[in-house]
C-alpha cells in the first residue's frame, strides 16, 4: 500500500523555519509531481507548492512565495519544504500529495490521488 509520510512539523515562533519532509513507501516518487497544501481550522485545504518529477518547474501560492523552497531528493525518495520566516497565519496542518504526471505541476487537490496523514506547524509567540 502505497504511503506518503510528512514529517518535521511542531512549534516555531514568528519568524523562525522549520523543513517539512514527505517521503513515501511502496511507491517511487521518480515520476510524480509531488505538491505540499495546508488546512488551517475552519478553512478549506489550500495550495502551498509543487515541483515536477524532474525538480525543475516549481510552482507557489502567492502567500508563500519567497518564503518557502520546494526541493526534492528522488535517491531518497524524499521532498523537502524549507519554510523561513514563518507567521501565524501559516498554522495548519501541513500535506503532502502526488500525482503521476508531466509538465507543469498543478495546484488543484483533485488531481492529486496520494495524500499522506499530515504534519501540524504552529508559529506562536
Known amino acids: 500500500q502505497v504511503q506518503l509520510v510528512e514529517s518535521g512539523g511542531g512549534l516555531v515562533q514568528p519568524g523562525g523555519s522549520l523543513r517539512l519532509s514527505c517521503a513515501a513507501s511502496?511507491?517511487?516518487?521518480?515520476?510524480?509531481?509531488i505538491s505540499w497544501f495546508r488546512q488551517a481550522p475552519g478553512k478549506e485545504r489550500e495550495f502551498v507548492a509543487a515541483?515536477?518529477?524532474?525538480?525543475?518547474?516549481?510552482n507557489y501560492a502567492e502567500s508563500v512565495k519567497g518564503r518557502f523552497t520546494i526541493s526534492r531528493h528522488n535517491a531518497k525518495n524524499t521532498v523537502y519544504l524549507q519554510m523561513n520566516s514563518l507567521k501565524p497565519d501559516d498554522t495548519a496542518v501541513y500535506y503532502c500529495?502526488?500525482?503521476?504526471?508531466?509538465?507543469?505541476?498543478?495546484?488543484?487537490?483533485?488531481?492529486?490521488?496520494?495524500w499522506g496523514q499530515g504534519t501540524q506547524v504552529t508559529v506562536s509567540s
Open positions: 500529495a502526488a500525482y503521476s504526471g508531466l509538465g507543469y505541476p498543478d495546484d488543484s487537490p483533485r488531481r492529486y490521488g496520494y
Open positions: 515541483i515536477d518529477w524532474s525538480g525543475v518547474a516549481t
Open positions: 511502496e511507491l517511487s516518487l521518480d515520476y510524480y509531481t
